[in-house]
């Protein structure tokens, strides 16, 4: 496939699974046996674990929005910077709903093979936005040896 082909692989799945929510057409976007190395270790092979993943982000941020920024590939490499924003409606890792909005930048690879998504990496801001969605606290200030800094 040519690296515009790869391009509108990713840009359709941002597009319809990211932010349409429409896991129908998973089976269509993913490979079966893709690896999502985001993903912890129980969901990160294969088309289930990349559905779960997507159910759960789904229920986190139901308003969430990926904004893609800027688009770069290379042979079978998509690379994106991007915008996410959303208010957190479902439980975090144990944390209830925080009822919070963020905003944050990510920066996502991907490896096509075979006109479908094979392999994903992220990049996240995930202290910002457990700061900006009232988890955890803003860590303190750094020590210095001037007091008055």
């Given at each position: 496939m040519s690296v515009e082909e790869n391009k509108a692989v990713i840009l359709r799945f941002f597009d319809e699974v990211v932010n349409g929510?429409?896991?129908?057409?998973?089976?269509?976007?993913?490979?079966?046996?893709?690896?999502?190395?985001?993903?912890?270790?129980?969901?990160?092979?294969?088309?289930?674990?990349?559905?779960?993943v997507s159910q759960w982000g789904i229920a986190?941020?139901?308003?969430?929005?990926?904004?893609?920024?800027?688009?770069?590939?290379?042979?079978?490499?998509?690379?994106?910077?991007?915008r996410v924003s959303g208010t957190m409606q479902g439980e975090l890792f144990g944390v209830p709903p925080t009822g919070k909005s963020f905003t944050a930048e990510h920066v996502h690879w991907h490896r096509v093979a075979g006109g479908k998504l094979a392999e994903r990496w992220a990049v996240r801001d995930?202290?910002?936005?457990?700061?900006?969605?009232?988890?955890?606290?803003?860590?303190g200030r750094f020590k210095t040896d001037d007091p008055d800094r």
């Open positions: 929510q429409n896991l129908d057409v998973l089976d269509e976007l993913v490979a079966e046996d893709v690896v999502n190395h985001s993903a912890t270790d129980e969901h990160k092979h294969g088309i289930e674990g990349f559905r779960h986190l941020l139901p308003d969430g929005r990926y904004e893609i920024l800027d688009i770069i590939a290379e042979g079978d490499m998509v690379a994106c910077r991007v995930d202290l910002g936005t457990l700061i900006q969605l009232g988890i955890v606290d803003p860590p």
